[in-house]
């Protein structure tokens, strides 16, 4: 999941000359599948935008926005994988298992034992807890448990 956060570059009469385009642009990309969230920045200093899109999907969108277009505002784009929500929210759930770092996939000694493992597992938790064997257990890809095996 991608937070896109919009951020004003110029003075407000200029944001509202684009408002319609991007507003008309922003219902074309809901229509789309592109975001599941939007709303404007308190106080009204740019947008945040909120979408499921793959990344090249998401650019691709971004980029017709008359704000992109028309160097209306900054765009910063951030990945975030929700692991927890409330009850109603579960498809915001990062249901994507992170890619293993290069430490994870690469042949050759676990840090946290010493040993040469034959592979690396991801495990999948819902729920992160502290590792119980902390000799097989280390933490390599993002916040994501890996166990030398």
Known sequence: MYVVSLTYKVPEDIVDFHLEGHVEWLKKA???GVFVAAGRKVPRT???????ADRPTLEASLAKDPFYANGVAEFEIM???ANRVAPGFEN?????APAL???AQAPGNCPASGTVPRRHLLLQNQ?????RRPAHEHFTAGNWPV???
């Not at 740019?46 to 499921?52: E, P, T, V």
């Not at 915001?92 to 994507?96: M, N, P, S, V, Y």
């Not at 729920?127 to 590792?131: G, K, S």
């Open 46 to 52: 740019g947008g945040l935008l909120l979408s499921r």
């Open 101 to 103: 770092s290069r430490q």
């Open 127 to 131: 729920e992160l807890r502290p590792p």
């Open 92 to 96: 915001l759930l990062d249901t994507r």
């Open 147 to 149: 166990r030398c095996v």
């Open 30 to 32: 809901f229509d789309d």
């Open 79 to 81: 990945e975030f994988a």
